[in-house]
């Protein structure tokens, strides 16, 4: 690739490649803006990493690349531990800690393995698999016998994970906002990536160094559970098949690019959600094939910064469309990590490539007017800078949508979590990066908190003070909802003044009247909200944690059992999966309303029904997902105090909800039960 082949060099270049420079910053962010983003991700990753018993978790897709633009989502892996596949013929060390798998490469479909069972590991895994490790459970459910061997399928695997609301996207499950999956470790690279000499071939050699390749080595590849799209009889067979990904390797290399390479990369994501996109190519040209396509190139102008300028950034994204438009061409997108495995095998051939081809001519040849057209570029030659405030109001939001810690489900575990994310609190000298630790310090704590069991020994009084003392910790970087928690722990305790005095100060935030407070984990905000939260927090110097003690506020999410809940809603945590979470506004006064009912003040009680009435009717900070649950909570507290009709009526208002909570239905069961009982029914 020629960096002189650029149009004609005339001034006009210069200021086009300039303005869509200016632009493409402006949406796609700074380079401060992407490490930011990507800082977060890898925090919670490494927090993740710690997992539970049976799996880690680990972020993947375009959220945690750097992006944040209209379509960037996060899916999160799931890896089972203590399960290594390894290649066929490897010697197989007998590990009761450690289930080796074998795996040979599909002669046909080159990106995708057979997985199964050496000899020595199937009488382990049939006498085993119903033990404590669920992840051998999960293992054995997903056996055949086929030729012989004791295969594991990769479509029955996948459908162990699958519940109501979710359906199949690709080897992920997805609930419509977020994809996840499950998969397997691949203990070293297949043969056929690494080559002889432990080298990736046709790697750019300033691109690959030896340090970088050390480290390229030292990721692992997964195995995924969807087999290739192939039509006919043959299909059958390919649903056993796994898919390799190199995801770890992946986020490597897009680490790597220089923040010119991946402006054009977030150039060529636009243009093909907004010019290149329609039913003819349609699951045929994916971000991961421009991003296929982008890595090739890197590697052909040996990471040129002659070719990968400022100036160039058109002319870059050309080479782009000419690359893809080659593959078109020959009807086969080589994988970057395998290219011997074609991306486009059974998706373009000669009856649909002239139609593909069609459209990306249409956009290599249709000049500047093309991306002028696309409406996220916003008529760019002529549209002005976003200013500081907004990029840092973005920025934040971003957090707030996305920062999270996954529970845990062994104290373990999360205390070694926790020990590293102090840690690297201490030597954290970034203000935002440190404001984000300091939030995921304060989720750990409060899981911490629920995990001290106070009801087993004598001990009771310091194992009270320590679980106080983590709520407190909490509080120090997200007060509202660690608040909402420490009012919880003065409830169960009967400490009840002490709990409406914590509780009362935390209401006078969460106003249903008022944008004061920003819900976290919802899927987007409105403009309301953004402008609102631009003008009071941003642009004045305030810290991350200064923002979100004022600002933020999430779901109250209860462990399995939790320790910190009122015996009125002790069924909700009780032996419970998936885990239980309460929107912050309706537990709050769900808890109040506990207080002045214990506390016989039947007025004040009263009244607190009613605000909590109208804060469902209102959905205020009520996301979707736990709307149910909210329904759940007040049709307790009406329970509580003996107005069963009403009581009844929220029960069925909440099995009736579009994602209806377990709870609800039988809580409903047993209140007509009792019902009938008495003739009241």
Known sequence: MCHGELGTGKMEDKDFNQKLYERLVDVIGTEEDVHSRRDFFRIMDTINAFGDKDSISVSSGSLPEGFDIEGSDEDVTNILKNVHVIPFGTEVAKNEDNLKVFMEVDKEHKGYATLYLPEEEESFVMTKGDSEHTEL????????????????????????????????????????????????????????????????????????????????????????????????????????????????????????????????????????????????????????????????????????????NQDQLYFCFLQCISKLIDFVEACNCPNYFLPSSNLFFGKVAASNKSDILKILLEVKNGGYEVLSSCKTLDQFMVTSRVTEAERESKLDLMCSRVLHVYPFDEEDLLKQALEAMETENSQETRSFQKGVIGIQISSLYRQLAQMIDVTKDNDTCEK?????????????????????????????RGDYRTAIEILESVSQKLNPEKLDVVLRREPKYSADVEDHYRKTFCGQGLSLQDKWREAMVGDIVFLENSTLVPEEFEQEVSNHRPLCMAPPAVYLHALLFLCYHHLSNEQKAQETLKNLEHILEMGYLIRNVVYSRACVFVGACYETCRDYGSARKYYLKACKAKLPSIRAKCRLDRLERDLKKTGTL
Not at 167 to 178: A, I, Q, R, V, Y
Not at 464 to 491: D, W
Request: hydrophobic share 40%; net charge positive.
């Open 464 to 492: 009270l003070r320590l679980q106080k003392e983590c709520l407190r910790k909490a509080c120090e970087s997200e007060p509202l909802t660690a608040s909402i928690q420490l009012g919880s722990f003065h409830v169960t």
């Open 137 to 308: 459970l999960y293992v054995k459910q997903c056996l055949e016998q086929v030729n012989g061997k004791c295969i594991l399928s990769s479509s029955r695997f996948r459908e162990q994970f699958m519940r109501e609301g979710l359906s199949n996207h690709g080897p992920c499950l997805t609930d419509g906002d977020h994809d996840f999956a499950f998969a397997l470790r691949g203990s070293a690279w297949p043969e056929t990536v690494r080559g002889k000499d432990q080298r990736l071939a046709c790697k750019s050699k300033k691109r690959i160094t030896e340090e970088f390749l050390a480290g390229l080595l030292s990721d692992f590849c997964i195995y995924v559970p969807v087999g290739p799209k192939v039509m006919g009889p043959q299909d059958s067979g390919c649903q056993t098949l796994w898919r390799m990904s190199f995801m770890m390797a992946e986020k490597r290399f897009i680490k790597a690019m220089s923040h010119i390479q991946f402006l054009c990369y977030g150039l060529l994501k636009i243009v093909l959600k907004e010019r290149i996109a329609n039913p003819v190519t349609d699951n045929i040209i994916s971000s991961y094939i421009l991003k296929t396509c982008l890595f090739w190139l890197i590697d052909e102008s040996d990471n040129d910064e002659k070719v990968w």
